[in-house]
C-alpha cells in the first residue's frame, strides 16, 4: 500500500483542498461535469474522491430508498470490505467528474495515516478548459437489474459502463469500486466503478464471448434474439441502420438490423450471407443475387 502524505487530511470528510482550479458545467447530453481551468501535468494529483463513510448495510438501505422514491443522482464508492463513501450529502467537486472509456484521470487508493483515501490523478497532460474523466463501472452487487449505458463518444467506447477492455472493472483502483442505479453520462450525474464482469440476462440480448458479425472480432457481445438468427454483436458495432443498443430500453427484447428490409424497413425475408444488408419480397428481386447483396455478390 502506497503512503502519501501531501493529500488532505482529515477523519470522515474532506471539503476542500490546494486542487487544480476546477468548475463544474452543463455537458451536451451528458448531465453535469466537471473541467479544469488551468493545465495540468501528467501523474498531477488533481481531487479526492471524498463523502460521508457508511457502511455496506447503509449503502443498500440508501440504494432502496432512492430507487423507491425515483432518486437517480447519487454517488458512491465502495472504500474497502466494510465501508462505502457517499459523496452525495457531502463531497467536493469530484462527485460530478464524468465517466469516459478513455479517461484523463485514473484512481489510486493511499494509506493516510492509517487510512485509506482515493485520489484522483492525471494520465496525461491535460489542457485548460478540458473537462475531467475517469472509468467507471457498475458494482453488480449494488446495481440490481440495471443496465448502465455509455455516451462518451470516445472511440475505444464499450457502450457501457463497467465493461472495460480488461474485464475486469477498473484497473487503477485496486479493491475500490463506484457504484450508483444511473449513468450520469447517459441518463442522469451518477457514479459508477466495478469490480466484477457485469453479466445480463433480462435485458436486450445475451452477452456471449465469440465473434462479432460486425467486426469479426471477439469480446462481449449482444446476441439477436430473433429465433434461429446466430448473430451476435459488440455494442459499439450495432450503430448501424439507424439502429444503436444503447439508446434501448433495458427490458426490449433486440433484434438485430438484418431482419428489417433495407428499403421499407418492414420485416425481412432474406438477408446477406455477408453484411447486414436484408430485404422483404417487394424489394429482394432487385437487390439480391442469391444469398448475398449486389454489392457482395459481385465479389
Known amino acids: 500500500m502506497k503512503t502519501y502524505l501531501t493529500l488532505c487530511q ?28 488551468v493545465p495540468i501535468k501528467e501523474g498531477e494529483f488533481v481531487n479526492e474522491y471524498v463523502g460521508e463513510l457508511i457502511t455496506y448495510e447503509e449503502t443498500e438501505r440508501r440504494v432502496k430508498l432512492a430507487r423507491k422514491n425515483n432518486v437517480k443522482d447519487f454517488y458512491f464508492l465502495v472504500l474497502d470490505k466494510d465501508r462505502v463513501i457517499d459523496a452525495g450529502p457531502r463531497g467536493n467537486l469530484s462527485r460530478f467528474a464524468n465517466h ?26 491535460i489542457e485548460a478548459g478540458e473537462e475531467l474523466t475517469f472509468e467507471y463501472g457498475v458494482e453488480s452487487e449494488f446495481r440490481g437489474d440495471t443496465i448502465f449505458h455509455c455516451l462518451c463518444g470516445a472511440e475505444t467506447c464499450t457502450g457501457f459502463m463497467g465493461r472495460s477492455k ?23 450525474n451518477g457514479r459508477h466503478s466495478n469490480k466484477n464482469r457485469i453479466r445480463t440476462s433480462n435485458i436486450t440480448g445475451e452477452l456471449d464471448a465469440d465473434t462479432c458479425f460486425g467486426c469479426g472480432l471477439t469480446g462481449q457481445l449482444i446476441a439477436c434474439q430473433m429465433s434461429k438468427c446466430s448473430r451476435k454483436f459488440h455494442p459499439k458495432c450495432i450503430k448501424v441502420k439507424g439502429q444503436s443498443f444503447r439508446n434501448r430500453s433495458p427490458t426490449q427484447r433486440w433484434i438485430c438490423p438484418s431482419h428489417r428490409c433495407d ?30 447483396c449486389l454489392l457482395h455478390g459481385q465479389e
Not at 486542487?19 to 481551468?37: D, E, H, I, N
Not at 463506484?178 to 447517459?186: A, H, Y
Not at 418492414?266 to 444469398?291: K, P, V
Open 10 to 37: 482529515s477523519s470522515n470528510i474532506v471539503n476542500a483542498c490546494n486542487y487544480p482550479s476546477q468548475q463544474v458545467f452543463w455537458t451536451a447530453g451528458r448531465g453535469w461535469g466537471l473541467r479544469t481551468l
Open 263 to 292: 428499403v421499407c424497413g418492414i420485416d425481412a425475408n432474406i438477408a446477406c450471407a455477408d453484411c447486414l444488408s436484408s430485404f422483404c419480397d417487394e424489394h429482394r428481386t432487385e437487390n439480391m443475387r442469391g444469398i448475398y
Open 100 to 125: 469516459s472509456c478513455d479517461p484523463n484521470l485514473r484512481t489510486e487508493k493511499w494509506n493516510i495515516t492509517g487510512d485509506l483515501r482515493v485520489g484522483l490523478f492525471a494520465v496525461r497532460a
Open 166 to 188: 480488461k474485464l475486469g472493472g477498473v484497473p487503477s483502483l485496486a479493491d475500490s469500486t463506484l457504484l450508483s442505479t444511473s449513468g450520469s453520462n447517459g441518463t442522469s
